[in-house]
């Protein structure tokens, strides 16, 4: 079992930045691929990134590219995502999920096996 909690959500102004985390309790997280996965409303779910089992691979949504970071430390069990230049349609509730393989992860959220609560940025115009 992995339990998730994200934090680190807020609002922000257009341009600025966001750093969120996501705490992992379980002692297998290292043998899971993590992404954060964002629901704005009447949207559908949307991949943002994900980080693979030792970190040395990610992936991105085409919509982030060059603006979000995503990186783990294994040994805190812990995932981040560094959000820089936000913009408005970043306005989401930004989920967690732990599933086998970072590529899998950003093909479709059905290969999350865990989920966290979720935490919402916002970012204003």
């Known amino acids: 079992q992995v339990q998730l909690v994200e934090s680190g959500g807020g609002s922000v102004e257009a341009g600025g930045s966001l750093n969120l985390s996501c705490a992992s309790s379980g002692r297998s997280f290292s043998r899971y691929g993590v992404a954060w996965f964002r629901q704005a409303p009447e949207k559908e779910r949307e991949f943002v990134a994900s980080?693979?089992?030792?970190?040395?691979?990610?992936y991105y949504g085409d919509s982030v590219k060059g603006r979000f970071t995503i990186s783990r430390d294994n040994v805190k069990t812990m995932v981040y995502l560094e959000m820089n230049m936000l913009k408005p349609e970043d306005t989401a509730v930004y989920y967690c999920a732990a599933g086998n393989r970072a590529a899998e992860l950003a093909k479709h959220s059905d290969y999350a096996d865990y989920w966290g609560q979720g935490t919402q940025v916002t970012v204003s115009s």
């Open positions: 980080v693979s089992r030792s970190g040395d691979s990610t």
